[in-house]
């Protein structure tokens, strides 16, 4: 007799390692649309412009992640591109799907903290204060998807969400 236990079903809770795959294809995916932005306007703006373009793919980019985001999750799939790879989905505290309103809702907490991050880094506001707390802030809602038994994060409560196996 085996005591190993079966994968969980779907519905069940996504763990931490696949959330954390399809956000990295997901990250990948945006990372080569602001790449292609910055180089564009690189080449309009000139080498004088190099700040003033990464600030702008970078508000771009931000813009487009989290349409992105709340677009795919609220959508008939549920999911990003990364989260349709790794059979996740984004859904309701009832199970069903999340609305636009929603999705953004999530969207924002989760990348609220990246953006003031990367202003910081770009821009050099507070000595990169603000983008070490932040970084807490964005490891302490990590842990909470590895630690919870619900598997949430921050967001994901905040926006009564949850992610699912699909």
Same mark, same amino acid.
């Given at each position: #007799?085996? #005591?190993? =236990?079966?994968?969980?079903?779907?519905?069940?809770?996504?763990?931490?390692?696949?959330?954390?795959?399809?956000?990295?294809?997901?990250?990948?995916?945006?990372?080569?649309?602001?790449?292609?932005? =910055?180089?564009?306007?690189?080449?309009?703006? +000139? #080498?004088?412009?190099?700040?003033?373009?990464?600030?702008?793919?970078?508000?771009? +980019?931000?813009?487009?992640?989290?349409?992105?985001?709340?677009?795919?999750?609220?959508?008939?799939?549920?999911?990003?591109? +990364?989260?349709?790879?790794?059979?996740?989905?984004?859904?309701?505290?009832?199970?069903?799907?999340?609305?636009?309103?929603?999705?953004?809702?999530?969207?924002?907490?989760?990348?609220?903290?990246?953006?003031?991050?990367?202003?910081?880094?770009?821009?050099?506001?507070?000595?990169?204060?603000?983008? +070490?707390?932040?970084?807490?802030?964005?490891?302490?809602?990590?842990?909470?998807?590895?630690?919870?038994?619900?598997?949430?994060?921050?967001?994901?409560?905040?926006?009564?969400?949850?992610?699912?196996?699909?």
């Amino acid at each position: #007799m085996s #005591m190993a =236990s079966a994968a969980p079903g779907p519905g069940a809770p996504a763990g931490f390692l696949l959330r954390l795959v399809a956000s990295i294809i997901d990250g990948v995916i945006l990372t080569i649309v602001v790449f292609v932005i =910055s180089v564009i306007l690189g080449f309009v703006l +000139g #080498m004088e412009g190099v700040l003033i373009a990464t600030i702008v793919a970078y508000a771009i +980019g931000g813009v487009l992640a989290l349409l992105y985001w709340a677009k795919l999750e609220s959508g008939k799939d549920q999911a990003t591109l +990364g989260k349709k790879v790794m059979k996740i989905k984004v859904a309701s505290a009832s199970g069903g799907a999340v609305d636009f309103a929603t999705a953004i809702q999530r969207s924002v907490v989760h990348w609220i903290f990246y953006l003031t991050a990367a202003v910081d880094t770009v821009l050099g506001i507070s000595n990169y204060l603000i983008s +070490g707390v932040v970084g807490i802030a964005v490891l302490v809602s990590c842990l909470a998807v590895l630690v919870k038994s619900n598997k949430q994060g921050f967001h994901d409560d905040f926006a009564k969400a949850q992610v699912i196996r699909a």
